[in-house]
């Protein structure tokens, strides 16, 4: 009987060699988890979409040796939002199997576009830091280029520090009253092509909580029990749903300490400085490169020092120091240690 066997791979570059190689992995695996040789292969046709122009996938199926079976690339149509450098198969075999019995593949990034197929355990990628080591750029871009869901911690707290400033209330002496009100904050995170969004009881405040005010209240927040009790029960559960890129200070050590990867992710406070004073220019924000210095080094004592969860390295987190490395060197570095457990 005839079958077709589905899957699609994503590719880390535009360049001849990661595309025939991905094509190859791809046919590979969907050969090796049917169980089947490549005199069962009736045809395969593959679609590439508009961001692969380097090569077609199907030179990198001759390479494998199959040489008699009919091969075709397709054009994917560019559609908005859609996955990218992604190679989509369907594999057309000879086989006695029912099609409850076919095992379709779903590789690297492209896992995402079939979460059904996915096995019970998930990845889970921890990265921690100290504030403006570049945290969140990193963790999604490196999201982005893998599938992952991208989880931004760091942004739950500003939004708690948020909910505390709407109610006049100073998160470093009103902690009682803060706390006696923490039933009526709600914060839920969702995705959309813009990325992740923070809501605080139904209002999208992902801009809001970007302020000055904002990020000095959010390292005090932290520092109640009651409110990271909330988030990292939130934290945990979302970890749950599927594979994620979850960054922010103390994700490591105490929100995620079973993370299949962890990344301590640090640079010099003149870098970082640098880093956020450039962030907070392109977003109109007036400020001075020497503020921006001293508020990191005031929040790296805060975060440092504090009762409960303070920052700090886990014994068995990588660390990489990003002082001297470019954005797209510290993206690959850490697309690298996380493709080794996938």
Do not use: W
Request: hydrophobic residues 40%; glycine residues 6%; contains cysteine.
């Amino acid at each position: 009987m005839v079958r077709a066997v589905r899957g699609a791979i994503t590719v880390d570059r535009n360049e001849k060699e990661d595309i025939l190689d991905a094509a190859k992995e791809l046919v590979q695996e969907a050969i090796n988890k049917n169980d089947i040789t490549p005199d069962d292969i009736i045809s395969i046709i593959f679609t590439i979409t508009p961001d692969l122009t380097k090569a077609f996938p199907a030179a990198g199926v001759r390479q494998l040796g199959i040489t008699s079976v009919p091969l075709l690339d397709l054009a994917q149509p560019n559609v908005e939002g859609a996955l990218e450098k992604c190679i989509r198969l369907i594999m057309h075999i000879n086989s006695d199997k029912q099609n409850s019995g076919l095992h379709h593949v779903y590789l690297r990034g492209a896992r995402v576009l079939r979460p059904d197929l996915l096995e019970d355990t998930y990845i889970a990628v921890a990265i921690d830091g100290p504030a403006g080591a570049g945290k969140s750029t990193v963790s999604k871009a490196a999201a982005k280029d893998l599938g992952f869901v991208y989880i931004d911690t760091g942004a739950m707290y500003r939004a708690a520090a948020l909910f505390a400033l709407e109610h006049d209330m100073d998160p470093v002496y009103d902690i009682d009253g803060l706390v006696s009100i923490l039933d009526e904050m709600s914060i839920k995170i969702s995705y959309d092509r813009r990325g992740q969004r923070v809501f605080l009881n139904g209002e999208d405040v992902s801009d809001q909580i970007r302020t000055n005010d904002v990020t000095k209240a959010a390292s005090a927040v932290a520092k109640i029990p009651e409110v990271r009790a909330r988030l990292v029960k939130l934290q945990r559960d979302m970890a749950e749903r599927g594979n994620v890129i979850m960054d922010g200070r103390d994700i490591c050590s105490t929100v995620l300490p079973n993370a299949q990867v962890k990344i301590f992710l640090t640079a010099s406070v003149a870098s970082r400085a640098k880093r956020r004073y450039k962030e907070l220019m392109e977003k109109g924000m007036d400020t001075t490169l020497e503020t921006v210095k001293l508020d990191i080094m005031a929040r790296d004592k805060n975060d440092s020092e504090r009762e409960v969860s303070p920052l700090k390295k886990a014994d068995d987190a990588i660390l990489l120091d990003t002082s001297d490395m470019t954005f797209d060197e510290v993206v690959e570095c850490v697309k690298g240690m996380i493709k080794k457990v996938i």
